[in-house]
């Protein structure tokens, strides 16, 4: 969500500051309808400034923007091994809404904000066998998978922020139980 934001300002600013130019001595239009013309295309600049504007507020209300979450996992055959940890951390809860959506909240980050992740997993997950243990920093979860395969990827969309994902392998496994 991170990388969203930032490329809707990245956008934004290419607006404000590289609007296209008419030229009257290219156009065989009269002046009126150059000025008409120049018009309407401020006015779809204006409109495409304001709905993003209007998504980095949503992005801000869901407090997306500020609080990223570091989340690490590995996986063996039979589970899957998730951590996940959130600057300046209080509240912490986990929740399962099915065997393939996983919500986290908590109150987080200097301006002690509600913080929600909901990660949508690439397979089921056997809710009865999974464990968790929520610590006073991390929230550490061992999932126990429904089917004895290795997982591509932690989460089903490929646009979720990727680079807060961090794939470890056998050795962090070892560690972590």
């Known amino acids: 969500m991170l990388?969203?934001?930032?490329?809707?300002?990245?956008?934004?600013?290419?607006?404000?500051?590289?609007?296209?130019?008419?030229?009257?001595?290219?156009?065989?239009d009269s002046l009126a309808f150059q000025l008409q013309s120049i018009d309407t295309q401020v006015r779809e600049y204006q409109l495409l400034i304001s709905s993003n504007d209007l998504?980095?507020?949503?992005?801000?209300?869901?407090?997306?923007?500020?609080?990223?979450?570091?989340?690490?996992?590995?996986?063996?055959?039979?589970h899957v091994y998730l951590r996940?940890?959130?600057?300046?951390?209080?509240?912490?809860?986990i929740t399962f809404e099915d065997d393939k959506t996983c919500l986290v909240t908590c109150i987080a980050g200097e301006g002690q904000r509600l913080c929600r992740l909901k990660l949508?997993?690439?397979?089921k997950v056997n809710l009865m066998a999974t464990k968790v243990d929520i610590g006073d920093t991390v929230i550490n979860c061992i999932l126990s998978k429904e089917e004895r395969k290795l997982w591509r990827t932690l989460v089903e969309d490929e646009r979720t922020d990727c680079y807060l994902i961090q794939f470890k392998g056998e050795d962090w496994i070892s560690q972590f139980c």
């Open 3 to 28: 990388a969203h934001k930032i490329a809707l300002q990245h956008e934004r600013g290419k607006l404000l500051n590289n609007a296209p130019q008419l030229k009257p001595w290219q156009s065989r």
């Open 55 to 78: 998504k980095l507020r949503q992005l801000r209300n869901e407090n997306v923007h500020g609080v990223c979450p570091i989340i690490q996992w590995a996986e063996t055959i039979n």
């Open 84 to 93: 996940i940890c959130y600057p300046n951390v209080k509240d912490q809860k």
């Open 120 to 123: 949508e997993l690439t397979k």
